[in-house]
């Protein structure tokens, strides 16, 4: 069979889509991953963006963690923390289109099938990115092992992200090469039927960016004793790890 090829317009109003739908998916991800931290995760075990947060202040200079904790107090880490959302946000416009191109090009098969699975294979690189970079620098080890909650923060991002593959295809509909030769333009009652889903799916979105923002503020509250004793002890240790790195040789030392 030979390949059906898209116009040039067409093809990249399917790329903005798969971005718009990524972006959605990516929201559903985060709610997943803060009501799981919420409601069903073990006392004290971070959710995703958690992790990402811990990194990003490892990987900070002491001089300027210590100035933003002095200075700014909790504001600092709340504000890292949106601006992590945000850039969670970002990672999945940029992850939906990738997929989009990827489906586009059948690089993964042609039809419904290639684009489920150029949704499985991006949500297969950023969980690995995820568990095999962000955690180790946040200092939860290679997936999650050197954490005590390493079992449960292992299984929330497998399941999340999975959540992420499966929500994008269905989001993003059929790709522009997935139509037939010489397939009849859409008439008046699909475009009514499209303007309805996309409404749907703006809807959804923006009560998933509600929950998101109304369970951020919970974390944001004063803590239980258990979850307020797991932030301090990982503020410690990220502390203590800048501490070590710009501490000088003792006598001993080379």
């Known amino acids: 069979m030979v390949p ?9 109003a399917w790329i903005r889509r798969a971005g718009r739908a990524g972006v959605v998916a990516a ?5 997943a991953q803060l009501l799981w931290r919420l409601v069903a995760g073990a006392e004290g075990a971070p959710s995703f963006p958690e992790t990402i947060v811990a990194a990003v202040a490892r990987l ?8 933003a904790t002095e200075n700014l107090g909790s504001l600092a880490q ?7 959302l945000l850039g969670i946000l970002a990672a999945g416009h940029e992850a939906g289109a990738l997929a989009g191109r990827w489906a586009e090009a059948e690089r993964w098969g042609r039809g419904e099938r290639g684009r489920w699975l150029a949704a499985a294979a991006v949500a297969g690189l950023l969980l690995l990115v995820a568990v095999g970079i962000v955690l180790p620098l946040g200092g939860y080890g290679l997936f999650g092992s050197e954490s005590r909650h390493g079992d449960a923060i292992l299984l929330q991002s497998v399941v999340t ?28 009652t699909l475009s009514r039927r499209a303007a309805v ?10 009560a998933l960016l509600g929950g998101i923002g109304a369970m951020t503020w919970q974390l944001f509250q004063p803590r239980s004793t258990g979850n307020a004793a797991a932030g301090e002890a990982s503020a410690r240790s990220i502390e203590a790890t800048a501490a070590a790195r710009s501490a000088p040789a003792g006598p001993g030392g080379s």
């Open 4 to 12: 059906v090829t898209a116009p040039a317009a067409e093809r990249a």
């Open 27 to 31: 929201l559903a991800m985060l709610f």
């Open 60 to 67: 900070t200079p002491l001089g300027l963690f210590g100035w």
């Open 78 to 84: 709340n504000g890292l923390f949106v601006a992590t």
């Open 161 to 188: 992200f999975g959540l992420w593959a499966v929500l994008w295809p269905l989001l993003a509909g059929p790709a522009p090469t997935e139509a037939e030769a010489g397939a009849p333009a859409a008439g008046p």
């Open 197 to 206: 889903e996309q409404g749907a799916v703006g809807v959804g979105a923006l």
